[in-house]
T-cell receptor, first 109, second 114 residues
């Protein structure tokens, strides 16, 4: 699994876009970038994943740089319910998910 | 089938006692995973099953820990002779083989050893 690095914490104003960065400079060609989040006292929740192209779903957008060494998870209009720890993970489709410490996002009213 | 269920949600036990947790995965998911999470840390992988076969065990899974998935459906995680260091959230997740859309996690069992 690729080692990923994320800032330990971030703040975002409610209603604004939250941009969560992740560095994964050692990611290999067949490893996808996955994002999960964990709201306090709940299990982690899958958000999105991508390989090379940018991806968007109902929860978020994932922007992956052309060299695949970093990516950004975008929550377009952050709400208080988006306050959580966000995990960026590099893995192949058959690897198990290995979590790092993640980024603690606080959405501020 | 509304998701991954874990039982109990909370367990308080005295040091030295045995405890068992249960996980019911999403019915069509053939892979089941156990993780442990302590305060302020990300979840740590413990073990996983494909159907009834236990395919991988982390070094974190000492000989006091045992996991089973006897019929390839629900799974149990037993901790024998609990220690205070076993206090943590125990999370279960399930997926289909080669799942691209990620794991579905349960809400976890919080164990407190006193």
């Amino acid at each position: 699994d690729a080692k990923t690095t994320q800032p330990p914490s971030m703040d975002c104003a409610e209603g604004r876009a939250a941009n969560l960065p992740c560095n994964h400079s050692t990611i290999s060609g067949n490893e996808y970038v996955y994002w999960y989040r964990q709201i306090h006292s709940q299990g982690p929740q899958y958000i999105i994943h991508g390989l090379k192209n940018n991806e968007t779903n109902e929860m978020a957008s994932l922007i992956i740089t052309e060299d695949r060494k970093s990516s950004t998870l975008i929550l377009p209009h952050a709400t208080l319910r988006d306050t959580a720890v966000y995990y960026c993970i590099g893995k192949t489709s058959y690897d198990k998910v290995i979590f790092g410490p993640g980024t603690s996002l606080s959405v501020i009213p | 089938d509304t998701g991954v269920s874990q039982d109990p949600r909370h367990k308080i036990t005295k040091r030295g006692q045995n405890v068992t947790f249960r996980c019911d995965p999403i019915s069509e998911h053939n892979r089941l995973y156990w993780y442990r999470q302590t305060l302020g840390q990300g979840p740590e992988f413990l073990t996983y099953f494909q159907n009834e076969a236990q395919l991988e065990k982390s070094r974190l899974l000492s000989d006091r820990f045992s996991a089973e998935r006897p019929k390839g459906s629900f799974s149990t995680l037993e901790i024998q002779r609990t220690e205070q260091g076993d206090s943590a959230m125990y999370l279960c997740a399930s997926s289909t083989q080669g799942e691209m859309a990620g794991y579905t996690f349960g809400s976890g069992t919080r164990l407190t050893v006193v």
